[in-house]
């Protein structure tokens, strides 16, 4: 299991957990897919947003190992602003690729795009300064 170093390991001050200290003996825990609802609590919604804005400053819009990622926390994204940068998609796989969607997360998590500096590229690929 690959260890996402300087990734934070949690929400600071909460129990929201990011992160695992290590591989589970039986195999990771398979990703699937949850339903977020309208009426989350507001400590739920902050610890959306940091785990979102973490895996932007770690990965950005690249694909990446799930490796030491909390299988919870990434299923609340699975689909939406956290897709399969592979296929076949093994969902019970610490080296399974994914990547950020940054369409959806500005759709769901506006806020959270703010803090990064988007660098969209040109459809005739000229680099304008």
Known sequence: MLKHRGFPS???GTDYQFTLRRANKAGATPLKARARYADRKPADRRADA??????LE???DQPFERGN?????LSWFLGREIVPAQEPFD???YEALLRAD???IQI?????????EIVEDDDNGADWA
């Not at 990622?69 to 926390?73: H, K």
């Open 50 to 55: 940091a785990f979102l804005e973490a895996v």
């Open 108 to 116: 769901s998590f506006p806020d959270v795009l703010d803090n990064f």
């Open 69 to 73: 990622l909390d299988a919870g926390r």
């Open 102 to 104: 940054l369409t959806a």
């Open 91 to 93: 969902p019970a796989s």
């Open 10 to 12: 949690r929400l600071a």
């Open 58 to 60: 770690h990965f950005g």
